[in-house]
């Protein structure tokens, strides 16, 4: 059972950055793929990236692409997305994830290929 914690989330005007850190409780961290979704009101959780487990491969979804990255510590047991020239359509709970994976293999983008998750941390970008 991999326990995740998400922090950094926060208030910030439209344009500036957050660093969004997902800590897991897993010490072999480096067997699980992670990914990032978010939730805004009203709408259904959507895909925001992932990394394959060893870090070597990163997908995003296109309204993160050139904004967003990811990345992982696997010594650290943490992985993060930091988010730049954020806009208000930005704002949303952000949910981090965890799945077993092998080599470079990234999960698909749908809430079923991950089995684990965060309480998720909250995003407000202001206009």
């Known amino acids: 059972q991999v326990q995740l914690v998400e922090s950094g989330g926060g208030l910030v005007q439209a344009g500036g950055s957050l660093r969004l850190s997902c800590a897991a409780s897993?010490?072999?961290?480096?067997?699980?793929?992670m990914g990032w979704f978010r939730q805004a009101p009203g709408k259904e959780r959507e895909f925001v990236a992932a990394?394959?487990?060893?870090?070597?491969?990163?997908y995003y979804a296109d309204s993160a692409k050139g904004r967003f990255t990811v990345s992982r510590d696997n010594a650290k047991n943490t992985g993060n997305l930091q988010m730049n020239s954020l806009k208000p359509e930005d704002t949303a709970v952000y949910y981090c994830?965890?799945?077993?994976?092998?080599?470079?293999?990234?999960?698909?983008?749908?809430?079923?290929?991950?089995?684990?998750w965060g309480q998720g941390t909250q995003v407000t970008v202001s206009s």
């Open positions: 990394i394959s487990n060893s870090g070597s491969n990163t």
């Open positions: 994830a965890a799945t077993p994976s092998f080599g470079a293999v990234l999960p698909g983008t749908a809430i079923k290929e991950y089995d684990y």
């Open positions: 897993e010490h072999t961290l480096s067997r699980y793929a």
